[in-house]
Structures are given as structure tokens and as C-alpha cells.
């Protein structure tokens, strides 16, 4: 399967807790993006990477929450200090930089904050 | 801010009738939408998608319109089938060309379609 990757699928944390999800692209797209999805809700945009650099971050991605990719591959978001409202499904996408204009998603990481 | 707005949080129809899903959008800088659909436990699939020098695209069974005038667009499917059944996601962006990545997703619909 040659999909967008998404690890763990889901997650438990306690409060306070740190956790990271990691995603890992269609291998030949260049963008990777970082969405959230709350209950009954759409989802919504935090963060892209284009190759290795973030090129735009939603004001909904507070100093807990840091994205990394590295290397231009996969990617990491981390959250610090959990707090239950953090609880959500958290979304990855990869596209090509160029070519028909829709995002690949991922299967989401289910986060719940105990 | 809802940019993009799904007033319709669900819509039942017959299968083999047709089913129409309905988007509304507020910035007029919005060049290009697209239609997602999503299965529990799934993450959104790509459905259909127009840009805004068009009006109408067919694809198969789905057929996206769009009103720039009004700011309104539609999907339809026709026939409706069992397995349309999900959730479907109006999306907006703005620039294709160079900045296509940040979509904006309305609500979502909850299409279902019984036999």
C-alpha cells in the first residue's frame, strides 16, 4: 500500500502527558499537512511542510504542538503537556507540489486526554 | 470563522434517487473546491473537485456545480447508491497555483442513502 501512513492509530494519554504522531507520505509528494478533527466538525488546517520547511502554521497550533520533517520524508507532531481538549483525530496529508490539486489523507490518530 | 459552511448536518434519500449535497462559502478569494468523502474510521477520500473558471464537472455519477455569484455549490450524485453512504466535506482553497494546501472543510453532511 502505497498510502499516507499514520502511527499509532490511536492513543490514551493521561493530562499533562506528552505524545507524538508520526505520518509518512506518498513517497513522491513534496507537501505534508497536518490537520485536526474535532466531534462534528471539519477538518481543520495546523500546519505544512513543503520538502523539509514549514511554510505556514494555523494559529490553532499553540507552543505546545511542534511539527517536524526532517528530512523531507516523514513527518512528527509532538504535543506537550496534554490538555483534554486536545483530544481529537488528528489528520496527515501529503500532495505533489504540482498535479491535480487534492490532498491524500491519512487515517487519522485518534487522540483521547484523559 | 466558517468560511465554508454545510447547513445540512444530514440528508436521507432512496437508493436510485438523486442526492444533493449543498456548500456554502463566505471569502470570495476562494478559487478551487473540492468534494471529500469519509467512512467511519477512515480518513477523507478525494471525490470530485472544480475550479472556479468553471461551472459545472462531471465525474460518473457525481456532479459538482458551482454559482460564484452566489458563492454557493452542489454535489450531485445520481443514482444514489447504499454505498454513498458517508460523510461528505465541502473544501475551499484559495490559489491553487501556488499555495493549494490549505483547505478549508465545511461541517460535513451525513448522506444516507437506504434501500
Known amino acids: 500500500d502505497t498510502g499516507v501512513s499514520q502511527n499509532p492509530r490511536h492513543k490514551i494519554t493521561k493530562r499533562g502527558q506528552n505524545v507524538t504522531f508520526r505520518c509518512d507520505p506518498i513517497?513522491?509528494?513534496?507537501?505534508l499537512y497536518w490537520y485536526r478533527q474535532t466531534l462534528g466538525q471539519g477538518p481543520e488546517f495546523l500546519t505544512y511542510?513543503?520538502?523539509?520547511?514549514?511554510?505556514?502554521k494555523s494559529r490553532l497550533l499553540s507552543d505546545r504542538f511542534s511539527a517536524e520533517r526532517p528530512k523531507g520524508s516523514f513527518s512528527t507532531l509532538e504535543i506537550q503537556r496534554t490538555e483534554q481538549g486536545d483530544s481529537a483525530m488528528y489528520l496527515c496529508a501529503s500532495s505533489p507540489t504540482v498535479g491535480a490539486g487534492e490532498l491524500f489523507f491519512g487515517e487519522g490518530s485518534r487522540l483521547t486526554v484523559l | 470563522d466558517q468560511q465554508v459552511k454545510q447547513n445540512s448536518p444530514s440528508l436521507s434519500v432512496q437508493e436510485g434517487r438523486i442526492s444533493i449535497l449543498n456548500c456554502d462559502y463566505t471569502n470570495s478569494m476562494f478559487d478551487y473546491f473540492l468534494w471529500y468523502k469519509k467512512y467511519p474510521a477512515e480518513g477523507p477520500t478525494f471525490l470530485i473537485s472544480?475550479?472556479?473558471?468553471?461551472d459545472k464537472n462531471e465525474d460518473g455519477r457525481f456532479t459538482v456545480f458551482l454559482n460564484k455569484s452566489a458563492k454557493h455549490l452542489s454535489l450531485h450524485i445520481v443514482p444514489s447508491q447504499p454505498g454513498d453512504s458517508a460523510v461528505y466535506f465541502c473544501?475551499?482553497?484559495?490559489?491553487?497555483?501556488?499555495?493549494?494546501?490549505?483547505?478549508?472543510f465545511g461541517r460535513g453532511t451525513q448522506l444516507t442513502v437506504w434501500p
Open positions: 472544480i475550479s472556479s473558471i468553471k
Open positions: 473544501a475551499a482553497s484559495v490559489d491553487r497555483g501556488s499555495t493549494l494546501g490549505r483547505l478549508y
Open positions: 511542510f513543503q520538502n523539509e520547511a514549514q511554510l505556514e
Open positions: 513517497s513522491e509528494h513534496n507537501r
